[in-house]
Structure formats: C-alpha cells, structure tokens
C-alpha cells in the first residue's frame, strides 16, 4: 500500500451512524460465509448494495503484507454530513431486508453456526479494540482496520446520497487520518480512500454476552482459553505456555505502571 497524500486534520473524524447496526466489520467476508448463503432469498430478487465491489475491509500492520475482505454482496454502505457540514456519519446496512437476516442479528453469538461457521473465539471487532499487547501475542503483530472505499466517480455517486459526489469527496478527505492510498487488487494497482473503523462503542446496537469486549489478554483468555491456545501453538509451537505467561507478566506490569502514574499525578493536583 502506497499512501499519496499525508492525512488531513479539519474534522475530527468519520463516525459510525445512531442506527447502525453492529461495528461493520460482520458485514466482510471474514465473518460471513463467502457465497452469501446466510441469506435465504429468491435469486431473481438479489439486488447488490452499494458497498458491494466499492468497499473492502483492510487490514494492515507495519512489515506485514495487506489483508483485503470483500463486502457481503448485499451491503449498503452510505455516508452522510449533518447540516453544519461539520461531521460525516457512515451507515451500513442490508440492501435487502429491512431489519437484519436471521444469520446476521445473532452476530456475533450465533454468526454462521447454522450453515457451516462457528464462533468459537471472539468476534473480529472486540480484537480490533483489543488492547495492543493481546494482538502482538495471538496475532504476532498490532494491526489496524480500515474501510476502503474505491476512488472513483461511479463508486462515490453511491454512496454519498443526496450530495454532490466531488465537494462530498473533498468533506471526507479532509477529515483526520482519512487518506488515499494505491492497493494492490489482484494485479492491478487501485486508489482507495482510507477510513479508519472507529474504536469507540457507543453506537453499536447489538452487544454481546458471550463476546464481551476485550480488556486484557488474561480477561479473553479466560472466556476462550480453547481458542487462543490454538493460535499460541500455531504461532510459538512448544513455546506458546512460555510467551502467554511473559506476555500476561509485561501488561500486567504495564497496567501497575500506568495505575502509578495516575495516582502520582492526582496527588500533584
């Protein structure tokens, strides 16, 4: 990924819209099944949604090669500004059906369990907002989401509603950390707008139980112990007991640190 232009800094940020379902991210192919067959409908009726074959799913890490997930084929993916002009709002939704499919209302407890996926760690969105020393130790690395909205008129035309696609374009590019950037799609050579998946929660309509948000690496490690092992064994073979327990000992000690340092600064106030 080679990135054309340096972030810009007038707006704050991208926000996820009051009546969005979920964080997004289910909408992507790594969680739904590849051949969109979580959606029990006639063909004929299939209508693709805006987001599909305009939007990817990318996740990056420094030194690490570009991951891209496909949209589900029926997503619709719309942006939005107030009437101040001073925030944009992205909403996701099914083209389809007005209240979310039967696979998709379960996410992430029932995700795909009923075809031939099952959710037997946490869901992709809790890791995203994970803390940094849990995705350095299962991952091997601190990743960053993004979704990347193909740069071009046709794709734009889209998805900004109701707005003039260049002065709507021009709005989200000078929103901060949103940039253009050239991706490799198969052989060729694409740009892509990049807006970073906000980390925040607070519009997120459906919250999970079994798959609650992550705090630290012995918090999910006891909620799907099975899991990560498996990553661990994969990643460190014989070692992977050896790394959970530095790892657990060094965020351990790094949340003692940053408690130290709070309190230090209370008692100066």
């Not at 939005?80 to 209302?105: A, F, H, V």
Request: aromatic share 12%.
């Amino acid at each position: 990924m080679n990135a054309n232009n340096t972030p810009n800094k007038n707006l704050n940020r991208v926000a996820f819209a009051d009546s969005m379902c979920s964080d997004g991210m289910c909408c992507f192919t790594c969680v739904i099944p590849s051949n969109n067959r979580h959606i029990g409908f006639i063909r004929s009726f299939w209508k693709s949604g805006s987001g599909f074959s305009h939007v990817k799913l990318l996740v990056t890490s420094d030194g690490r090669k570009n991951e891209l997930y496909d949209s589900c084929r029926f997503l619709d993916f719309v942006i939005t500004q107030n009437e101040e002009g001073s925030s944009m709002k992205m909403d996701l939704r099914c083209s389809i059906y007005r209240n979310r499919p039967t696979q998709c209302k379960g996410y992430p407890d029932k995700a795909g369990e009923s075809l031939d996926y099952e959710m037997s760690g946490p869901c992709i969105f809790n890791e995203y907002t994970a803390p940094s020393f849990y995705k350095k130790l299962v991952y091997k690395r601190d990743w960053e989401a993004f979704f990347a909205i193909r740069d071009d008129r046709k794709a734009l035309r889209r998805m900004f509603v109701h707005r003039d696609t260049d002065s709507a374009r021009e709005k989200v590019l000078r929103v901060e950390d949103v940039k253009i950037a050239s991706i490799s799609v198969g052989k060729k050579e694409l740009d892509y707008i990049l807006i970073p998946l906000p980390k925040y929660k607070q519009n997120v309509l459906y919250l999970s139980e079994k798959h609650p948000e992550i705090y630290s690496i012995r918090q999910a490690y006891q909620c799907w112990g099975d899991k990560i092992e498996k990553n661990l064994q994969h990643h460190y073979g014989d070692k992977w007991k050896t790394m959970l327990n530095d790892f657990l000992e060094m965020e351990e000690a790094d949340v003692s640190k940053r408690y130290d340092e709070d309190t230090t600064r209370n008692l100066e106030c």
